[in-house]
């Protein structure tokens, strides 16, 4: 095995502490690249199996859909960020301390260190080498990821290096990557949101030169973290993936590109993008739940593609959400936002950002857990903050009180219902760029919703029964030997403020058997003037 670089571990490390810890699926029997492998493991997101049981996978024994199979290569799927677990296993944090570890390492970014050799160059294939069947990219066991709606396998966990022509500043960007010959392919750098490669093409572009690139295939996990994350344009990835480790990271230079790759990557394929002409790419599956559809991007012709005699090829499992995608952008992107709204912005009443996964995949609705008597002014500030903190993320902004789950739609729709007025409580804002989605006909931006659903004022309490008489009620569940329990905010009830001792006493009498007091209580306190439904408060039970 190859010697490990000091301080963090690279993917065949994170492989063996994932098998250790019981999160990895090794898979030996050939399975087939093209048509088996993602739709197997698609089956764990889509198959009923809950996020604490997903693990990562390991295909020892790749083949394709021709039946040709790849001896010094492997495949994994799932093994950066299956679960919130994966993640921190590779990130070398405990899960609550994720947040912490990115905000400390963009306050200390460490430059990396350059190595003049390195695993990802033990092999070197470059000229006649990469033309021709079964040769160059077409030798690399890169999956399909939708068998059946795609056109050619892709790279998805692939991170793009470019630099800033004008600045000279490398950034790493996490695109998906079109095969389409040995020595070519096509990569969507998205336009809308400024992904850091797309603005260096125009800038080579408007120079008149072809952009140099290189592509990582199976970074450490500390690197690949960064290319999904949201930093800044002017932000080199590898001096953030640094801070993350607390030492250098170790890159060497290009064989024939200047750039700086990590040295522990599993891969690199190197070379140009074309600034003259694009190439249609795709049909896609992406994770906003739709096929991409065929679009013009940016071409790329190979001219070298170094790697590890050994290699392991890393892909990410996409398309529909929850997946594996999705969880990599949640758990780095909700403790960014909380840092934006209460540290950035000064909003204390902020406790929590909840992105919403299943289906919408993180970027359409944004739930923001307000504290108990934040002013309305600052409710509306957070709104407004999230909404605007990058042009990818916040299409549908809803505030919410902290007896609300975020993690729980049916809770936020919940608020929604009744602690809500749309025509006082809702706000649209126009001129949003149209993001990543399929295309809305007839509109050419998009807009925000803003929703404060919290509550303006004192509730009832929420109409379940208190909870010494659940507790009480599951213990004799649980003697009777019925199916286990899993309970859901919320399984008792709670006071949101409108209540009141007299009532309280009410309820006790009831508990107790004594409900007929109830009656006789109300029967004293008939009205003659009263309407239907009018409130009846301050009434005390008078009998002797």
């Known amino acids: 095995m190859t010697q490990q670089p000091a301080g963090y571990d690279d993917l065949d490390a994170q492989l063996d502490k994932l098998a250790a810890a019981g999160l990895l699926h090794t898979i030996d029997r050939p399975i087939d690249k093209d048509r088996e492998m993602h739709p197997l493991v698609r089956w764990q997101y889509r198959g009923g199996i809950p996020e604490h049981r997903r693990k990562a996978f390991l295909f020892t024994n790749p083949t394709d859909a021709k039946g040709r199979r790849y001896p010094d290569a492997r495949v994994a799927i799932g093994v950066f960020a299956a679960t919130p677990e994966v993640y921190a296993l590779?990130?070398?944090?405990?899960?609550?301390?994720?947040?912490?570890?990115?905000?400390?390492?963009?306050?200390?970014?460490?430059?990396?260190?350059?190595?003049?050799?390195?695993?990802?160059?033990?092999?070197?294939?470059?000229?006649?080498?990469?033309?021709?069947?079964?040769?160059?990219?077409?030798?690399?066991?890169?999956?399909?990821?939708?068998?059946?709606?795609?056109?050619?396998?892709?790279?998805?966990?692939?991170?793009?290096?470019?630099?800033?022509?004008?600045?000279?500043?490398?950034?790493?960007?996490?695109?998906?990557?079109?095969?389409?010959?040995?020595?070519?392919?096509?990569?969507?750098?998205?336009?809308?949101?400024?992904?850091?490669?797309?603005?260096?093409?125009?800038?080579?572009?408007?120079?008149?030169?072809?952009?140099?690139?290189?592509?990582?295939?199976?970074?450490?996990?500390?690197?690949?973290?960064?290319?999904?994350?949201?930093?800044?344009?002017?932000?080199?990835?590898?001096?953030?993936?640094?801070?993350?480790?607390?030492?250098?990271?170790?890159v060497v230079r290009g064989k024939t590109v200047d750039l700086l790759v990590p040295a522990a990557a599993q891969v690199i394929i190197e070379g140009f993008i074309d600034t003259d002409a694009l190439e249609p790419e795709g049909p896609f599956g992406e994770s906003h739940g739709y096929m991409a559809l065929e679009e013009y991007n940016f071409s790329m012709t190979v001219t070298a593609i170094t790697r590890r005699k050994h290699y392991t090829v890393a892909s990410i499992i996409s398309q529909v959400t929850p997946c594996e995608s999705s969880v990599i952008k949640k758990v780095a992107y909700e403790p960014l936002y909380l840092n934006h709204l209460r540290d950035t912005l000064n909003i204390k009443g902020v406790t929590r950002v909840t992105m919403h996964e299943p289906l919408t995949n993180l970027r359409r609705f944004l739930f923001i857990t307000i504290a108990n008597g934040t002013p309305n002014t600052e409710v509306w500030r957070a709104l407004n903050g999230a909404a605007s903190f990058t042009p990818a993320i916040g299409k549908f902004c809803v505030a919410i009180d902290e007896d609300i789950d975020p993690a729980n739609t049916d809770q936020v729709l919940w608020a929604m219902a009744y602690r809500s007025n749309p025509v006082a409580d809702v706000v649209i804002i126009p001129h949003r760029g149209k993001g990543h989605g399929p295309e809305l006909p007839g509109h050419q931006v998009d807009s925000t919703m803003l929703v404060d659903a919290t509550a303006k004022g004192v509730f009832p309490p929420v109409a379940l029964p208190k909870v010494e008489f659940m507790e009480r009620a599951r213990t004799i569940w649980e003697e009777l030997g019925l199916p286990e329990l899993t309970p859901e905010t919320p399984w008792s009830g709670y006071s949101l403020g409108d209540w009141c001792a007299e009532w309280d006493a009410c309820a006790k009498r009831a508990t107790d058997g004594d409900w007929l007091a109830n009656g006789r209580r109300s029967a004293a306190n008939r009205s003659a003037t009263a309407e239907p439904q009018d409130p009846a408060r301050g009434i005390v039970l008078s009998e002797k």
């Open 90 to 250: 590779g990130l070398g944090r405990k899960a609550e301390d994720i947040g912490q570890a990115w905000l400390d390492a963009m306050a200390h970014p460490v430059a990396p260190k350059e190595v003049a050799d390195a695993p990802c160059q033990e092999v070197v294939i470059t000229g006649d080498e990469l033309l021709g069947e079964g040769q160059g990219l077409d030798a690399l066991p890169i999956p399909i990821s939708t068998p059946g709606y795609d056109t050619a396998p892709y790279l998805t966990a692939a991170l793009w290096a470019t630099r800033d022509p004008e600045s000279g500043i490398q950034n790493l960007g996490l695109y998906r990557g079109n095969l389409k010959a040995s020595n070519r392919l096509v990569v969507m750098m998205e336009r809308s949101t400024l992904a850091g490669g797309g603005v260096h093409w125009r800038k080579y572009k408007a120079k008149g030169q072809k952009m140099p690139v290189a592509v990582v295939i199976g970074a450490p996990p500390v690197v690949a973290y960064t290319g999904p994350q949201k930093l800044p344009l002017d932000c080199d990835e590898l001096t953030i993936a640094g801070g993350l480790a607390g030492c250098p990271i170790e």
